[in-house]
């Protein structure tokens, strides 16, 4: 009975430990919930001193937003194997899904001092003091998250959070994106936030020389045009605007047939001929216009 039970337990921690792994944030639907929260009621029922079980189960009332019902089975979980990282690591998620950002920081407090590299504690430790205004020391959590298991997203995070802290901030939010993308090659989110921090910055001439390396390296050139040109005119270099957004029209009407009949291309256009006009007529760029790539 015993190797049974722990075949079992071995089992359902594997199965958190997988659903947590990327510690997951608003709670979601899954399909057939209550067929899976039924069956798993009836395991318990038949094996209540499993706390592999219950912590399964609190996972699948966390997912469906039942935050008191999956604290209730982190509870009985927790009584029955106090020493389990992964009952603290759920709560601390279930915490940060409801919006306890105190309580969901303490737990995952808690297995970082049972576990001092766990990236998953980390991240939601990160993710709870961030929205409880504590930038740096979220930025910090993040950056350790990124040591075991760098992801776009959590370098993306990090990003927005560093930034507003100053030109200091902003320049070490450039440096960790650049970071990325050295480790992971050149993800287009993380190349195009880093250009809207250095348009931020007013380092244009720096923002430029990233849109024209994703520009080589793109099939279509027409949106890269476009942003760059709309750096180039918030940089108050109006002739060099024109002549990049006019490089921009061309690429985009110059399509094969029919390509350039799709809705984003359209719009693509419209704005395009807009920022010529608006630079003929002499007036201010408006400082977000396609400023995002589509």
């Known amino acids: 009975m015993r190797t049974l039970f722990t075949s079992s337990r071995r089992a359902c921690l594997a ?10 944030g608003p709670a979601f639907a899954h399909d057939g919930v209550d067929e899976q929260l039924a069956a798993l009621s009836a395991r318990i029922a038949q094996s209540p001193s499993d706390p592999a079980l219950l912590v399964r189960r609190a ?10 019902e999956a604290l209730a089975d982190l509870d009985r979980a927790a009584t029955l194997d106090p020493s389990a990282t992964v009952t603290e690591l759920l709560r601390a998620q279930v915490h940060l899904d409801a919006g306890i950002w105190t309580e969901a920081s303490a737990a995952a407090t808690r297995v970082l ?26 930025a910090d959590d993040l950056t350790r998250a990124l040591d075991t298991r760098p992801l776009p997203d959590i370098y993306l995070e990090r990003a927005r959070l560093l930034a507003p802290l100053g ?19 050149p993800v287009a989110t993380l190349e195009l ?12 001439d720096a923002a430029l ?22 750096i180039l005119e918030q940089a108050g270099r109006r002739s060099e605007a ?22 984003a291309s359209r719009a693509l256009i419209e704005e395009i001929r807009a920022s010529l ?3 003929d007529g002499g007036t201010a760029a408006s400082p977000h216009v396609l400023t995002r790539n589509r």
Not at 19 to 24: D, F, I, K, N, V
Request: glycine letters at 8%.
């Open 15 to 24: 199965f958190v430990i997988a659903a947590l792994a990327l510690c997951r």
């Open 59 to 68: 996972d699948l009332y966390r997912a469906g937003g039942h935050w008191t």
């Open 113 to 138: 001092a049972r576990q001092r590299n766990h990236q998953g504690a980390f991240l939601i430790r990160g993710r709870a003091r961030a929205r409880l205004g504590m930038a740096r020391e979220a």
């Open 167 to 185: 030109r200091d901030g902003a320049a070490e939010a450039l440096a960790g994106l650049d970071a990325g993308i050295v480790r992971l090659g």
């Open 193 to 204: 936030e880093a250009i809207d921090i250095e348009v931020r910055l007013q380092r244009y």
């Open 209 to 230: 020389q990233r849109v024209d390396r994703l520009a080589a390296q793109a099939v279509r050139k027409e949106s890269w045009h476009a942003r760059r040109a709309a």
């Open 242 to 263: 024109r002549i990049a957004y006019q490089a921009a029209l061309g690429a985009a009407t110059a399509n094969p047939r029919g390509a350039h009949q799709s809705r």
């Open 277 to 279: 006009a608006r630079l």
